[in-house]
């Protein structure tokens, strides 16, 4: 079947611009994480959905950032008034239920740029 | 809060050599998984280890958990150029609706 996607795959965009990254989990997948990804460094958490809970938003480094999870499925991460910092790539991943029981399905990834 | 953290941050190794990446948990774990990333991928799960003092085997990588559930460690035997990558691993405290909090990953170059 179809894994995670994210869209799009690639983002250039101008310091103090909005932005708006989209996932599509796997279906029937009820955990959805955001992390964000510089180069060459490890995974920084920022948010994660779990079924109707409310999200756990303790990632997120300012309030620059957001992000909603629509009907349980299709997510999207904002970044208002961009910075230059905000350059990385954001990943996206969904599980089965409990994600710490069921492996992560990764996304692709959207690579920002903030120029 | 719970944090995770892995050694070494990166290896060089020349081909056919072995490797250990080791990751240690403030708080015991319920359980753990490993995630590869191959440079310009996304990171793809490996495995789960639940239980205290567990073993499991994949071809040339050996993974486990220690038995007091704080700690792990991944080994690839004779390290082959497709072994290049990130290894991350990843701990779970067990509490429903908690989430996996990932080690800071062990960069593996392989020198052929």
């Known amino acids: 079947g179809a894994g995670v996607s994210q869209s799009p795959s690639n983002k250039v965009t101008e310091k103090g611009k909005d932005v708006e990254l989209r996932c599509d989990p796997i279906s029937g997948h009820t955990a959805l994480y955001w992390y964000r990804q510089s180069l060459g460094q490890g995974l920084e958490f920022l948010i994660y959905f779990q079924g109707n809970s409310a999200p756990d938003k303790s990632g997120l480094p300012s309030d620059r950032f957001s992000a909603e999870r629509t009907g349980g499925s299709v997510s999207t991460l904002t970044i208002q008034r961009t910075q230059q910092e905000d350059s990385a790539v954001y990943l996206c991943?969904?599980?089965?239920?409990?994600?710490?029981?069921?492996?992560?399905?990764f996304g692709p990834g959207t690579r920002l740029t903030v120029t | 809060g719970q944090q995770v953290m892995q050694i070494p941050q990166y290896q060089h190794v020349q081909e056919g050599e072995d490797f250990t990446t080791y990751c240690n948990s403030s708080t015991t774990l319920s359980n753990i998984q490993w995630y590869k990333q191959r440079p310009g991928g996304h990171p793809v799960f490996l495995i789960q280890l639940v239980k205290s003092g567990e073993v499991k085997k994949q071809k040339r990588l050996t993974f486990q958990f220690g038995e007091a559930k704080k700690n792990s460690s991944l080994h690839i035997t004779a390290t082959q150029t497709t072994d290049v990558g990130t290894y991350f691993c990843a701990g779970h405290e067990g509490n429903a609706g908690n989430m996996l909090t990932f080690g800071g990953g062990t960069r593996l170059m392989v020198k052929p």
């Open positions: 991943a969904s599980s089965y239920r409990d994600p710490g029981s069921y492996e992560q399905y």
